[in-house]
């Protein structure tokens, strides 16, 4: 399905998912839910900014 979306939202879809799943890994060392939030944030930053770097090089 992910050939199918375009560029933008094929960037989304990824950032949405590290970020999703990066939250809920670092919410079970019994860190706050604020602190989980903001590192959650950072990584899918830094995840949308790689992502949308490479489709932006690679078409």
Request: hydrophobic content about 55%; glycine content about 6%.
């Amino acid at each position: 399905m992910a050939p199918a979306l375009s560029r933008e939202l094929r960037v989304l879809s990824w950032t949405a998912f590290a970020g999703i799943a990066f939250g809920f890994l670092y919410s079970q060392t019994d860190a706050s839910v604020l602190r989980s939030v903001g590192m959650s944030l950072a990584v899918a930053a830094a995840v949308f900014a790689v992502t949308f770097y490479r489709h932006c090089t690679t078409e």
